[in-house]
């Protein structure tokens, strides 16, 4: 055997390794992004969702107003879907064309054989028994491929339904945009005398654990926005759970109320989800377990001896021996002043709610909580670049901040 001949034979065998190395991996791509119901790290889905990303976040950002922004962001999650699907078709004709082009035939061949027959079109010149073999399963990968996308799409959509229908019927007592103490408030003034959020708090949280378990698996669903610029399903998210908090922590009587404190540990626990699996794709770390840290800072500022908080320190347990939020450590930031907070305090007066007498007290005990969750909450409309409504940080490049209509007729803070 010639130098020549044992380079081309060491050559086809390298094209073989890679090929099937490119297979396994594109294979595993597809199941961790469309089919495995958890928040899974591949290197694949995280590019190309970040280069659409950054991709329409360019030319969004050429617009002076939100409203221009917003629209022109709705394409975040339809580029990032061809973004996908363009990778995993390129990446499997590359891998099935390097394993063709290992069993003979020119390079072109190769690479026209596994388009062909990828796409289902059929064979093309005269293949060999092995390349029959691999030009089936190409073919059978192809349909797989566009029966899994059908079936996620479906399922996709069919999410980003039910969490919508949730934030549009919420838009009347939360406000557009939606904002915590304005719920109170609302509420309050349209009579609801048992639901101090306005809303069923057990569809409440059903919605935030939904979000929590779909979202964390499918994060294009986090870029798909709310048609109406005003909205959006995370800066509602976050108003809710501020609405939750502050009814526990600063109305009289709010802390025996189980079914408002169970949305303030779903709210919060469901924000710190999201942050967590988005560090977990990037590669990241830095998030503690949601469900302690969320239940553990609730149970904190309760009394020991409450039903409540007994329950939310077996949360705690159950989730991690040793709750980091329950160790003694100094309150972490809780993302607004206490002149915001001070505001709110008198719109609620307003309103008509019976707020705690002690001032410093309930705005430690506020603070303490919403400082569990405020860093990821921030991190996640930043991310999607929500509408800039109050107590929801800033954005990048920065823009006014909305506000809603107050209904107890205070001026805007």
């Keep these: 055997m010639t130098s020549g001949s044992a380079f081309s034979v060491m050559l086809h065998w390298v094209a073989l390794v890679v090929g099937v190395v490119m297979l396994v991996v594109t294979t595993r791509a597809v199941m961790a992004s469309l089919l495995v119901p958890r928040a899974t790290r591949s290197r694949l889905v995280h590019y190309a969702d970040r280069a659409a990303n950054v991709t329409v976040r360019w030319f ?16 975040v999650a339809p580029v990032a879907l061809v973004y996908l699907l363009m990778t995993f078709v390129l990446a499997y004709l590359a891998a099935f064309a390097l394993v063709i082009w290992a069993f003979g035939g020119s390079t072109g061949d190769a690479l026209y054989q596994a388009g062909a027959t990828l796409t289902t079109l059929g064979f093309v010149g005269d293949p060999s028994a092995p390349q029959v073999v691999l030009g089936l399963l190409a073919a ?75 979202q964390t698996a499918n994060p294009l669903l986090n870029h798909m926005r709310t048609p109406i610029p005003q909205r959006s399903w995370a800066v509602t998210l976050i108003a809710v759970t501020d609405a939750a908090v502050l009814h526990t922590t600063c109305v009289q009587g709010g802390d025996r109320d189980a079914a408002t404190v169970r949305v303030a540990a779903e709210g919060s626990a469901t924000l710190l989800a999201l942050q967590a699996a988005h560090l977990f794709r990037a590669g990241r770390k830095g998030v503690a377990p949601p469900a302690f840290a969320a239940a553990a800072a609730v149970a904190e500022v309760m009394s020991d001896d409450d039903g409540c908080a007994k329950v939310m ?25 206490r002149a915001q907070w001070d505001d709110a305090m008198h719109l609620l007066e307003a309103a008509g709610i019976a707020v705690s007498p002690d001032r410093d007290r309930a705005w430690d005990r506020f603070g303490r909580v919403r400082a569990a969750y405020a860093g990821s909450a921030h991190a996640v409309v930043e991310r999607v670049y929500s509408v800039p409504a109050p107590w929801t940080g800033t954005r990048t490049p920065p823009i006014d901040e909305w506000w809603p209509n107050l209904a107890a007729g205070l001026e805007q803070a």
């Excluded at 969004?60 to 394409?75: E, I, K």
């Excluded at 491929?145 to 229908?165: M, P």
């Design 60 to 75: 969004a950002m050429r617009r002076r107003d939100f409203a221009g922004r917003d629209h022109v962001l709705s394409y």
């Design 313 to 337: 320190k077996s949360i705690a347990l159950d989730a991690a021996p040793v709750p980091r939020a329950a160790r003694e450590e100094a309150p972490g930031d809780p993302g607004i002043t």
């Design 140 to 214: 059978l990968v192809g349909l797989a491929l566009v029966a899994v996308l059908i079936g996620y799409l479906l399922g996709l959509y069919g999410a980003f339904a039910d969490r919508e229908r949730v934030v549009a019927e919420l838009a009347a007592v939360a406000g557009e945009p939606a904002w915590g103490p304005e719920i109170l408030c609302r509420a309050r003034l349209l009579g609801y005398a048992d639901t101090p959020l306005g809303y069923d708090p057990g569809a409440l949280r059903d919605w935030m654990t939904t979000i929590r378990t779909v």
